[in-house]
């Protein structure tokens, strides 16, 4: 309506300077004429405006498929580590299989063992059989080491069975919970794909969208070139009679398209910006997945650790089982990383330590020792007060007590430590007999 409006004031306005001119003894024009030229005159003004949107739509396709082929190129990414992770993970229940069936080889030996001995019993009962009657102080005696024997036997073969099959429980366990997490895993990459899939359809179609719309442009500038040439020709004596009337209209016609402008930049970059919200909105969830992928994958790795040394410690009970010969490992875990340290090795010295601290939390010499380890060797004195704090809690009636607490006051910094320091006489770990005495005295 408002260009209708406009274009008819200037058509009034084109009559009016049509008839100044006859006044003013300019060549005759009717008015037909007058109104041809200026229909001619907005047809290219038109036309120039449709050419210069059609170039700015051909301009916002090729961003958008650019934009496009790069978040192509950041899914194919994503996808490929994915991929990665669920080998990874693979691998890791690969790995819980091999050490099954490790475990179960190692069953089967000690049963083939089990067996060997039975024969061997078997033929020394033969062997005693065939020897001649013996009083019967001593048949009786033997009688009685035959049932202990026995007896030990059924107690030996239940405590394996039983051990036995709580290491298979535990390991299918474990087994099944990797299973589960690669599933998972699977699932994830699955979706990611698919995905991929659509993201790379939605591409190939505004590709094709963006090349029909500038072909279609390309035709369409074409056509109004031409048509422009021509009116150009056509309006070139009209326009110089309405010079000034045309300029103020370009003028006003220039603040709209500056208007219309800046109206269509806001609302490029109010999609811009949705876009940008959206794109990071998926990073953070991709980015929380692959986090979620790669603690199962830890958790998975930790749990295949701690099988593992749960089967260790399973097959050193089982050796002290068969040879009936039962050792305080976490003592002697102590007495090792005592030797450690004397040796200058401090790392293996703590985890010696801290695995006999596993064995048996209530073991004082361990916590003494590595309070010890950590105030002289590692200067970690945080660490040394809670190792220190934690042996004189299981232990507040023994003779060194009173030097460990002033241990501890010095390493906290205060002035009655400062005082009585000369006193405490720190031995380190050279001045560790009394944990040697209590292992072997």
Do not use: C
């Given at each position: 309506?408002?260009?209708r409006?406009?274009r008819?004031?200037?058509?009034?306005?084109?009559?009016?300077?049509?008839?100044?001119?006859?006044?003013?003894?300019?060549?005759?024009?009717?008015?037909?004429?007058?109104?041809?030229?200026?229909?001619?005159?907005?047809?290219?003004?038109?036309?120039?405006?449709?050419?210069a949107q059609?170039?700015?739509?051909?301009?916002?396709?090729?961003?958008?498929r650019?934009?496009?082929?790069?978040?192509?190129?950041?899914?194919?990414?994503?996808?490929n580590?994915?991929?990665?992770?669920?080998?990874?993970?693979?691998?890791?229940?690969?790995?819980?299989?091999?050490?099954?069936?490790?475990?179960t080889?190692?069953?089967?030996?000690?049963?083939?063992?089990?067996?060997?001995?039975?024969?061997?019993?078997?033929?020394?009962?033969?062997?005693?059989?065939?020897?001649?009657?013996?009083?019967?102080?001593?048949?009786?005696?033997?009688?009685?080491?035959?049932?202990?024997?026995?007896?030990?036997?059924?107690?030996?073969?239940?405590?394996?069975?039983?051990?036995?099959?709580?290491?298979?429980?535990?390991?299918a366990?474990?087994?099944?919970?990797?299973?589960?997490?690669?599933?998972?895993?699977?699932?994830?990459?699955?979706?990611?794909?698919e995905?991929?899939?659509?993201?790379?359809?939605?591409?190939?179609?505004?590709?094709?969208?963006?090349?029909?719309?500038?072909?279609?442009?390309?035709?369409?500038?074409?056509?109004?070139?031409?048509?422009?040439?021509?009116?150009?020709?056509?309006?070139?004596r009209?326009?110089?009679?309405?010079?000034?009337?045309?300029?103020?209209?370009?003028?006003q016609?220039?603040?709209?398209?500056a208007?219309?402008?800046?109206?269509?930049?806001?609302?490029?970059?109010?999609a811009?910006?949705?876009?940008?919200?959206?794109?990071?909105?998926?990073?953070?969830?991709?980015?929380?997945e692959?986090?979620?992928?790669?603690?199962?994958?830890?958790?998975?790795?930790?749990?295949?650790?701690?099988?593992?040394?749960?089967?260790?410690?399973?097959?050193?009970?089982?050796?002290?089982?068969?040879?009936?010969?039962m050792?305080?490992?976490?003592?002697l875990?102590?007495?090792?990383?005592?030797?450690?340290?004397k040796?200058?090795?401090?790392?293996?010295?703590?985890?010696?330590?801290?695995?006999?601290?596993?064995?048996?939390?209530?073991?004082a010499?361990?916590?003494?020792?590595?309070?010890?380890?950590?105030?002289?060797?590692?200067?970690?004195?945080?660490?040394?007060?809670?190792q220190?704090?934690?042996?004189?809690?299981?232990?507040?009636?023994?003779?060194?007590?009173?030097t460990?607490r002033g241990?501890?006051?010095?390493?906290?910094?205060?002035?009655?430590?400062?005082?009585?320091?000369?006193?405490?006489?720190?031995?380190?770990?050279?001045?560790?007999?009394?944990?040697?005495?209590?292992?072997?005295?």
């Open positions: 309506m408002t260009s409006v406009r008819d004031g200037v058509l009034l306005l084109l009559l009016a300077v049509g008839g100044w001119g006859l006044g003013a003894k300019q060549p005759p024009a009717s008015e037909s004429w007058t109104r041809e030229r200026a229909q001619l005159w907005f047809e290219r003004d038109d036309f120039k405006q449709q050419a059609a170039q700015r739509q051909a301009v916002e396709l090729t961003e958008e650019t934009r496009l082929l790069e978040r192509l190129k950041t899914l194919t990414v994503e996808r580590a994915a991929r990665e992770q669920a080998e990874t993970a693979q691998h890791d229940v690969q790995a819980v299989g091999d050490a099954l069936t490790l475990v080889d190692e069953g089967a030996r000690w049963r083939t063992e089990a067996e060997q001995r039975r024969a061997e019993v078997s033929e020394l009962q033969q062997q005693v059989a065939m020897i001649p009657p013996e009083p019967p102080a001593v048949q009786k005696a033997r009688t009685t080491l035959r049932q202990e024997v026995q007896e030990a036997r059924k107690d030996t073969e239940y405590l394996w069975s039983k051990e036995r099959d709580k290491l298979e429980r535990r390991h366990d474990e087994l099944n919970s990797v299973r589960q997490d690669l599933d998972r895993a699977t699932t994830r990459l699955t979706a990611l794909t995905e991929l899939r659509q993201v790379t359809q939605t591409a190939r179609a505004t590709e094709a969208g963006a090349q029909q719309g500038v072909e279609r442009a390309a035709d369409e500038v074409e056509q109004i070139r031409r048509r422009a040439a021509q009116a150009e020709a056509d309006n070139l009209a326009l110089e009679h309405t010079r000034d009337q045309a300029a103020r209209e370009v003028e016609i220039r603040r709209r398209a208007q219309h402008e800046q109206e269509s930049q806001r609302a490029v970059d109010q811009h910006d949705q876009q940008a919200q959206a794109d990071a909105q998926w990073r953070r969830r991709l980015a929380a692959q986090t979620a992928v790669r603690r199962t994958r830890e958790d998975a790795r930790r749990r295949i650790n701690q099988a593992e040394q749960e089967t260790r410690s399973d097959r050193v009970r089982l050796e002290q089982l068969r040879s009936g010969v050792v305080d490992w976490a003592k875990y102590v007495r090792v990383g005592v030797l450690e340290a040796l200058g090795h401090a790392e293996e010295a703590e985890r010696d330590f801290q695995y006999a601290v596993q064995l048996q939390p209530a073991l010499s361990a916590y003494y020792n590595l309070g010890i380890l950590y105030d002289d060797h590692f200067n970690n004195g945080p660490a040394a007060i809670e220190y704090e934690q042996y004189l809690l299981l232990a507040p009636e023994a003779k060194d007590a009173k460990v241990w501890v006051q010095l390493l906290k910094g205060t002035e009655t430590a400062n005082q009585d320091r000369q006193q405490w006489n720190r031995p380190g770990l050279s001045g560790l007999g009394k944990t040697f005495k209590d292992l072997w005295g």
